[in-house]
């Protein structure tokens, strides 16, 4: 499996700022996604980060909320904008199985963001 | 996070028990399917899967079932230990590379 590296670990932010981050991946991978828990759910997509093309959002996220770079096959970055308490919740990155793509998927340890 | 499981549904039992959680998933389509472990701080942890042309598939410990019929999936867990501890999900992969995850379960196991 990927070894998935992800930054911040945790923060803490005030409403209206934004906060990037990091997502890096020891293989090269051909999708990253990206997935938010909020307190005491489950997981959620926000989208799906290509190489080369713009990110897919899902229902309810959207671009210039949740701005997606991914520059190359082992990085992508998520922003979270205009932050409100709303927002508060654990972001996670993901890669697919290299060894059946498409499938499962391997997860980083997350970010908890919590805005006061 | 610290924050997972808060609301979820828990199951209580004792070490040594065999442990089973139970899942619905929403779509017939559906043909593979995935139980993650994630414990508190820490991204899910793929567990076990299974495809839809299966009903029952084994790995250490654990035994995933798959009755289609009624859309439902189970984790069975054999001699569950303390660090079994944990929030479990199931999601069901509903083509296009896209994972739907379950509400999840909250196990707690008592030494």
């Known amino acids: 499996s990927a070894v998935i590296s992800q930054k911040p670990s945790r923060d803490i932010c005030q409403r209206g700022t934004s906060l990037t981050i990091q997502c890096q991946v020891d293989s090269q991978v051909t999708m990253m996604f990206w997935y938010r828990q909020q307190p005491g759910q489950s997981l959620t997509l926000i989208a799906t980060?290509?190489?080369?093309?713009?990110?897919?959002?899902e229902s309810g996220f959207v671009i210039d909320k949740f701005p997606i770079s991914r520059p190359n096959l082992t990085f992508s970055t998520l922003t979270v904008s205009n932050m409100s308490p709303e927002d508060s919740s654990i972001y996670l990155c993901s890669v697919e199985d290299l060894a059946g793509p498409g499938e499962k998927l391997f997860f980083g340890s997350g970010t908890q963001l919590s805005v006061l | 996070g610290e924050n997972v499981g808060l609301h979820l549904p828990t199951l209580s039992v004792q070490e040594g028990d065999n442990s089973i959680i139970n899942c619905a998933y929403s779509?017939?389509?559906?043909?593979?399917f995935i139980w993650y472990k994630q414990e508190s701080g820490k991204g899910p942890q793929f567990i076990i899967d299974?495809?839809?042309?299966?009903d029952k598939r084994q790995g250490q410990r654990v035994t995933v079932l798959l009755n289609k019929t009624v859309k439902h999936l189970s984790l069975q867990i054999a001699a569950t230990q303390p660090g079994d501890s944990a929030v479990y999900f199931c999601a069901e992969n509903t083509g296009f590379q896209k994972l739907v995850f379950g509400t999840g379960t909250r196990l707690l196991v008592s030494p």
């Open positions: 299974i495809r839809s042309n299966m």
């Open positions: 779509n017939s389509a559906s043909d593979y």
């Open positions: 980060a290509n190489q080369g093309s713009e990110a897919t959002y």
